[in-house]
């Protein structure tokens, strides 16, 4: 790769932390552009204008050129424009205002016209670098919403001389969103009649059509959060019925492990945090867990480790693996746990249960909360993910940071982040279990708390986690080297 060459990148995500975010898609978008702007590249990022915005908080400017553009998508006419904002650290981000679709209750949406939504982003989204006369030599796509702009670049836009030298690059963040609607709106994406051939006839006579499908099948490459997961989307186990396409792109599919914005997650500096630690002053640490465990009213013996969770409450992170294992670990051992999340009904009762079970000694707090993720991070001695499946994880890699052990499923990202600890030679960075079922998370559980109660070893496996590096600057050159070979 050419060192100096600097990338024109249109990059379209449907979530862009901290403006709206669900989960990892929203972190990645920011991290990433934030990491490309500041090699020096030619970063235009692209999200819709949802109504949640804080659009005084971003600096979000009427751009002159892009106001009041039209757009039709099948049947529907739409007008949208295009703010220009800032997200904190001075990316620039380009907002795609157009109220009639996302001026919703919430992001994502189960209204009949959820594709409409994301067909009419990515067409605004390209139409707007047309008026900016703005060529951009990558289109990088990210997740169903955005993934049919490599198939209308091949198509309706296939003589724009502007998109002429412009490659695609599809990321995957999570193969379980697809973005499937029916067939019957076709239409939607104005294909020319030739053009039509192109859409995936065996979901077309199933009569349906699957946005992330014809990512993966006309990106020039695709990539996703770590190159386990890509490994296991090639399975049916793992593809979500996408691994046919996804083994006859095999050549084109790679994966790169996301990074951790280290200005948000490290002890050493977290705003959440009133005093700060790093591997010399673990003492800080200790006295953070006193004040986190008086906090929740927890049992404030300092013997007692505590487990914590942070995450979507949702069947891919396989918190059913904890149905029977937590009562019985909880009744035979010293633990204390604290949870927070929200999302399927079942856990958020699971947890609510547990807690009414174990007075003192299980928190679980129901909902989002910044604030109390990083100081879970910070007071835990470890932090549970028992994935059924994960794309890359971030809370491991932030785990690890804080010198929290992760006790992970040796899946996806939570494979390619974390390191089973051997104490024969101290190496390691937490503790991996193989099967995904309850009692491997017993195990892992048991075999993490006796190692809790050896200080040496326990001492050793902290460290390993805390000189552990992350960083965007990584991901950001491997996407580069991944730019270069479009
Ligand atoms: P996913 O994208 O599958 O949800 P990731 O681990 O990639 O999982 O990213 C999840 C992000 O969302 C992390 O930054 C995590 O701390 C955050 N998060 C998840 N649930 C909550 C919550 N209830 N409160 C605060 N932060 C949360």
């Keep these: 790769m050419n060192p100096q060459k600097r990338y024109a990148v249109c990059m379209l995500a449907a979530e862009v932390a901290p403006l709206s975010k669900t989960g990892g898609l929203a972190d990645v978008a920011a991290a990433l552009s934030k990491a490309l702007v500041a090699a020096g590249h030619d970063v235009r990022l692209f999200t819709p204008a949802y109504s949640s915005i804080d659009r005084a908080a971003c600096a979000a400017r009427a751009v002159p050129n892009l106001q009041k553009l039209r757009l039709t998508v099948g049947a529907r006419a739409f007008v949208f424009s295009v703010l220009r904002g800032k997200l904190p650290g001075g990316t620039p981000v380009f907002l795609v205002d157009c109220p009639a679709l996302f001026a919703r209750a919430s992001i994502y949406t189960s209204d009949a016209d959820e594709h409409v939504r994301f067909i009419a982003f990515t067409r605004a989204a390209l139409m707007a670098c047309g008026e900016m006369r703005w060529a951009p030599r990558i289109v990088h796509c990210n997740d169903w919403h955005t993934a049919f702009a490599p198939l209308l670049l091949r198509t309706v836009l296939k003589d724009e001389p502007l998109f002429a030298t412009t490659s695609t690059l599809l990321t995957i963040h999570n193969i379980g969103y697809q973005g499937i609607f029916a067939a019957s709106q076709a239409k939607d994406l104005g294909l020319a009649p030739g053009a039509t051939p192109l859409l995936y006839s065996p979901d077309l006579a199933a009569g349906q059509i699957n946005a992330l499908r014809h990512g993966i099948l006309y990106a020039d490459a695709i990539n996703t959060v770590s190159p386990t997961y890509a490994r296991e989307i090639c399975t049916s186990e793992y593809g979500m019925g996408l691994d046919d396409s996804l083994r006859v792109r095999s050549q084109d599919l790679s994966g790169i492990l996301n990074g ?137 890699m932030y785990s690890l940071r804080y010198g929290t052990v992760p006790v992970v499923r040796r899946t996806g990202g939570l494979a390619d982040s974390v390191r089973h600890f051997n104490p024969e030679d101290g190496t390691g960075t937490g503790v991996v279990f193989n099967d995904f079922d309850g009692p491997a998370l017993e195990w892992a559980l048991n075999t993490t708390l006796d190692l809790y109660a050896q200080p040496a070893p326990w001492a050793r496996v902290v460290r390993n986690g805390m000189e552990c590096d992350f960083s965007w600057q990584r991901a950001a050159s491997e996407y580069l080297a991944l730019y270069a070979r479009l």
């Excluded at 002053?281 to 929740?296: D, E, Q």
């Excluded at 487990?307 to 009744?331: D, H, I, N």
């Design 260 to 396: 951790v914005d280290y200005e948000e997650w490290d002890p050493r500096i977290d705003r959440y945090l009133p005093t700060h630690y790093d591997p010399a002053h673990l003492a800080v640490k200790t006295r953070l867990k006193a004040a986190f465990v008086a906090r929740l009213g927890l049992d404030p013996d300092p013997a007692i480790p505590l487990a914590g969770v942070v995450s979507r409450l949702a069947t891919q992170k396989g918190f059913e693996l904890m149905y029977e294992t937590l009562p019985r670990v909880l009744s035979q051992r010293a633990l204390n746990f604290v949870v927070l999340g929200a999302g399927e009904t079942q856990y958020e009762e699971f947890f609510s249960a547990l807690a009414l079970r174990y007075p003192g000694r299980v928190h679980f707090h129901q909902g989002y909360d910044e604030e109390l993720a990083h100081w879970i991070e910070a007071a835990s001695d470890l932090f549970l993910m028992p994935s059924r499946y994960e794309p890359c994880g971030l809370n491991q």
